[in-house]
């Protein structure tokens, strides 16, 4: 692709556009990438990465969560592992090519409307749609947890917005689950503006069958949530919306412990008003692992942060409003559904987060799970330097350290066909060596975290800082 005008430059110096972040200006389809190591011959399919690639120089402060997404694939094929990226081209994305610059402004300026005759039916706000990718019913889908999901190709080209047949009233949750089993999908809107909190199902055809409103008495920050073979699980955060922010300064999310922390269970196609809520001690939840109920035991795992320091400041330094300061760490949840009581037992104290397990045992118990932690240096949320595995049953941690110089992406799981055990796969994730600004997609033994990469392919150039990463494979 020959350069466009107005590519991002960053003369301001803004922190999310430096360094791994800044973004790629170009759109690759590389048939052959070099690599190092084995790759297994039995690992075929697509990883595909979503994150913000912003196109065009951003009209004032720019936030993370602003940037066009970009969709990053590597796909194993028998002997060879080819690479492409592409731009999902949302309506607002499409309006801005057309005029050749940023329409839209970010999330610190949301108030700051576009023209409406140069954006036409593609409306005031940006979905920029690059939070994470799922495929569901056949269909690829990128999501943003404030847009409807936009549809993609395998090929990543996109198709445009999809809102189940007029039947989705607002952006979905960037973690939908999906029951291994029946192939439902289950997922959740939250709202600063009533009503706070919906619950949808889709059926294993991507019909959406079921759709309630579940009151809450304050909109709270719900990023994730997850499910057993008869429940949905969702979190009521002490993370608050105060969208006063907007027109008075200050944070737009802010921690409000004295609203207290509950969990909720309900039947995974209940009524609103078969939520029961379980209080807990205070704290927040990026992101779960899993969920599963056994003798009336309802329990879940994930890394559980108790003094969040979440902000999305309308003034001051962009740097000091990440999407968190501080990363959680690993604790099980456990909720006795007959005695009406909950706890959270944490159960290592290593900070982390990008939760990931063998999603074949979603909502099944399941014995190991994996996250990306620091071993080095401290940092936020998604600058992880270790790749970690945790054995419920014995306890164990095993982790591989990606070196000083190094941040490593969020690492799936991806399962080995010919494998019958839980952790017969691999991990697969980004490693970013900041010294010589490139990129490698990992290969590690998911039954050996600790001896580290296996193979490496290693990209035509970087691929900048993304949220979620995820595996499909040829066959699925
Ligand atoms: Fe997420």
Redesign the pocket.
Do not use: C, G
């Given at each position: 692709m020959s350069a466009a005008p107005n590519l991002v430059t960053n003369s301001r110096n803004q922190p999310f556009l430096a360094g791994e972040m800044a973004p790629v200006t170009d759109e690759l389809d590389v048939a052959s990438c070099r690599t190092t190591g084995e790759v297994p011959g039995d690992l075929l399919g697509k990883f595909i990465q979503n994150g913000p690639n912003p196109r065009f120089e951003p009209l004032g402060r720019y936030h993370m969560f602003d940037g066009d997404g970009m969709l990053h694939a590597i796909e194993f094929a028998e002997g060879r592992v080819s690479y492409r990226n592409r731009w999902i081209r949302t309506p607002m994305l499409a309006a801005e090519m057309r005029a050749g610059r940023a329409l839209y402004p970010g999330l610190a300026d949301l108030m700051n409307f576009p023209d409406a005759s140069l954006v036409g039916d593609a409306g005031p706000i940006k979905n920029p749609a690059n939070?994470?990718i799922i495929r569901h019913a056949g269909k690829y889908l990128a999501l943003y947890?404030t847009g409807l999901p936009v549809e993609v190709t395998a090929d990543l080209e996109t198709l445009g917005i999809r809102d189940f047949d007029g039947k989705l009233p607002c952006g979905i949750t960037?973690?939908p689950r999906i029951d291994p089993v029946t192939q439902e999908m289950f997922f959740f809107a939250y709202s600063p503006f009533p009503p706070y909190l919906r619950y949808f199902v889709a059926d294993a055809q991507g019909n959406l069958v079921h759709a309630i409103e579940i009151p809450i008495p304050a909109p709270s920050m719900i990023?994730?949530f997850v499910i057993t073979e008869e429940h949905a699980v969702i979190l009521d955060s002490p993370l608050k919306f105060n969208m006063d922010a907007i027109t008075e300064g200050g944070s737009m999310i802010k921690y409000a412990p004295e609203g207290g922390t509950r969990i909720g269970v309900l039947p995974r196609h209940g009524r609103a008003d078969e939520m029961t809520w379980y209080e807990i001690e205070n704290g927040h939840v990026?992101?779960f692992w899993n969920a599963w109920c056994e003798n009336g035991v309802v329990e879940l795992s994930g890394t559980f942060n108790t003094s969040p320091e979440y902000g999305m400041d309308t003034g001051g330094d962009p740097s000091e409003s990440s999407a968190s300061a501080k990363a959680g760490v690993a604790t099980r949840f456990k909720v006795d559904l007959a005695r009406g009581a909950a706890k959270a037992e944490q159960f290592d104290d290593m900070e982390g987060d990008?939760c990931r397990f063998n999603e074949g045992h979603n909502g099944r118990r399941s014995r190991y799970h994996y996250m990306g932690g620091f071993r080095g240096e401290r940092g936020v949320i998604g600058q992880f330097d270790t790749v970690v595995k945790y054995d419920d049953r014995s306890g164990a941690r095993e982790s591989w350290y990606a070196g000083k110089q190094h941040h490593i992406g969020e690492a799936l799981f991806a399962p080995d066909p010919r494998g019958s055990a839980e952790d017969d796969g691999w991990l697969l994730f980004t490693d970013h060596d900041h010294a010589e600004n490139t990129t490698d997609v990992c290969v590690v033994d998911a039954r050996n975290v600790g001896a580290g990469p296996i193979a490496r392919v290693h990209m035509p150039r970087k691929i900048p800082f993304g949220?979620?990463v995820n595996w499909f494979r040829a066959d699925g």
């Open positions: 939070t994470n947890e960037a973690h990023h994730d990026q992101h990008f949220f979620h």
